[in-house]
């Protein structure tokens, strides 16, 4: 069983034709895992719904909280983008390798509802991930994986990259 | 770097509109990378373009050879889902753990180019774990990975499943 | 208010994940609609579900006996490509202008399932001419309206053109 | 022939992937036009590229002068939303019924790029209205046509509706 915590970002942002700005209402991960035909036994949960430009201190504790509570030794976080590694840095420090657990952060670009979303391409790639690899906090960011303090968001290309 | 081998199967069938059949034309494969944002360093090469029902004994011999000559490590498969355990097990004795190589296989239920494709989650999941298990081959579908010789394909419901 | 009938076509052809084939279930009729955020008033039936090349001469007297029943001014019939020239004879040798009806068939070349399908264009603009034109039976395809027996469409480049 | 003058609007809105807003780059009319197998004879010309709620007096004294000179008796605008109306009113004191010019005004409530869009389904619906309806100013959107003087839209629902 691996446990999917949902707290927002570009992954779930939605248009709203009344205003023509994008904001959040439900999570896309149960439709997505339809569309992926996935039959990994999963678990998703929402714990917030926020902007990660957004995430206040309180939530990135809420997050680690989470994590340190659930009983799957299997953990993947959406998570916007922009402030992935600050709470990979997070969870990391709440839970060392020695805690048995794989975590990975994965993200989009693009939001789901928008057609030409790198969404589906990315939860694939963290679900396959978090099955295969030893305890630790990774991103899984453009089908590639990163352990949490080897990697950077290169904000001028949108890509994950290595430091 | 990561070798894609392209065979063809429901990945890149597309619509022709005249005829209002299904046929093959060019691969999806690197659109669906674009699509995904994937910088995972690959080289794509198409082998066939076929349903893997009218996959032959020499087409499947055509497949292991290029896996053998192949000076990657990982390689990854596009393959019709009806015969990818049959094609599996030829790799498989080809290719033994021995060989340093990991193979994964992967396809999709519905058309890349039918809007509601499985291929972009199992393309993701499949460059992902190919780059974290051990030498060995794989069949990479509905967000599983089955070693080749544990799994078939339930005809009724469309599923990979464990055997 | 305007009646749409719904006799099948490529409009509403699916694709089966078990078998790899095309076939039809419910119409997408009221999605369309929904996705067009159409305001028009309408009252949609289903007459048959049928690929128009297996359409039969007692399907079309059925089609005409309903929109002679219909008591609706304003009607629009989705059919397949290949016979709607001879479904818009049958209709315009039972329903002349005289009958004070304005008969508009359309269809599509893609699927609206795949996607990337014209369906939704031609819906729009099936809906649009079936306002404004006086009586008569008319084929709207391509963005362009064509009266019954002036139209044939070119297998070649899967065109509607006026003859 | 048909001119259609594009004026921006929700229609070509894109998302940034880098900055996660909407913003303007070209217009997707040539490629709406493809999808719908159009087969009208169609010239396309972007006056502007602008937000309608942002379109100034100076603005749409440029697209009355377009439209003015320009030599087709059909032209169809795309234009934003929220001020549409605004722009048929000028457009309708500078080109009267004499003037033997059918304008359509229409739009979208989501971006054409955002895979949901009703884009498809107006432009078909205008591109139909256009070709039909006497010289006069109109507004096509939700499947219905308007005169410039007898219709607002809802702010509340996003809907064009008749006064």
């Known amino acids: 069983m691996i446990r999917i915590f949902v707290t927002g970002g570009t992954f ?9 700005t994008l904001f959040f209402k439900d999570t896309h991960l149960p439709e997505m895992l339809r569309l992926g035909r996935s039959r990994v036994e999963v678990s998703v949960r929402t714990l ?15 997050i680690v909280e989470e994590c340190r509570k659930a009983t799957e030794a299997q953990i993947v976080i959406t998570h916007g983008t922009d402030t992935m590694v600050e709470t990979a840095r997070a969870l990391a420090a709440a839970l060392p390798p020695a805690s048995g657990k794989t975590l990975v952060l994965t993200g989009a670009m693009v939001p789901y509802a928008f057609g030409s979303s790198d969404g589906l391409f990315n939860l694939g790639s963290a679900l396959s991930f978090v099955q295969t690899l030893p305890p630790g906090v990774y991103l899984a960011m453009n089908g590639r994986c990163f352990t949490w303090d080897k990697v950077r968001k290169n904000r001028e290309t949108g890509v994950f990259e290595a430091i």
């Open 48 to 62: 917030m719904m926020v902007d990660s430009l957004d995430m206040t201190d309180a939530d990135r504790g809420l």
């Open 12 to 20: 779930d942002k939605e248009y709203n034709e009344l205003t023509g």
